[in-house]
């Protein structure tokens, strides 16, 4: 490399660095503290099962096939959410009409079983 491709390669090196030294970190305390999440970041499925009245719009609408409605008698169901299979897209909480399943803004649940993952909710009698 020659004394003028040095030169340049400085001269937009020092002031780059120096810019950089001056700003903000970007990067996150992760391991060390608390992971900030966005507020539009759509994370656990929740389900409340007393707003439910198991009209299964949530099921069919799924494109991940995540939900599944089971019917006991005409006002006895259980709706199971599948977490491994789900692809957070909001849809069933969209077409929700009595806002039942809200995406909070949590991480999902990690397990290493993929029967720890799958959840019911029963509609109280």
């Given at each position: 490399m020659?004394?003028?491709?040095?030169s340049h390669s400085l001269v937009y090196l020092?002031?780059?660095?120096?810019?950089?030294l001056r700003t903000r970190r970007i990067t996150v305390r992760f391991p060390f503290g608390p992971l900030e999440l966005p507020s539009y970041f759509r994370g656990r499925v929740t389900v409340d099962p007393a707003l439910c009245n198991g009209c299964g719009l949530c099921v069919r609408d799924c494109p991940a096939a995540a939900l599944e409605l089971?019917?006991?008698?005409r006002d006895e169901f259980r709706l199971i959410f599948y977490c491994d299979r789900c692809a957070f897209c909001g849809q069933c909480?969209?077409?929700?009409?009595?806002?039942?399943?809200?995406?909070?803004?949590?991480?999902?649940?990690a397990a290493a079983?993929?029967?720890?993952?799958?959840?019911e909710f029963s509609k109280p009698s």
């Amino acid at each position: 490399m020659d004394n003028t491709s040095r030169s340049h390669s400085l001269v937009y090196l020092l002031p780059e660095l120096w810019r950089t030294l001056r700003t903000r970190r970007i990067t996150v305390r992760f391991p060390f503290g608390p992971l900030e999440l966005p507020s539009y970041f759509r994370g656990r499925v929740t389900v409340d099962p007393a707003l439910c009245n198991g009209c299964g719009l949530c099921v069919r609408d799924c494109p991940a096939a995540a939900l599944e409605l089971e019917r006991e008698s005409r006002d006895e169901f259980r709706l199971i959410f599948y977490c491994d299979r789900c692809a957070f897209c909001g849809q069933c909480e969209a077409v929700c009409r009595t806002g039942a399943i809200v995406l909070t803004n949590e991480f999902a649940p990690a397990a290493a079983d993929r029967n720890a993952l799958r959840e019911e909710f029963s509609k109280p009698s």
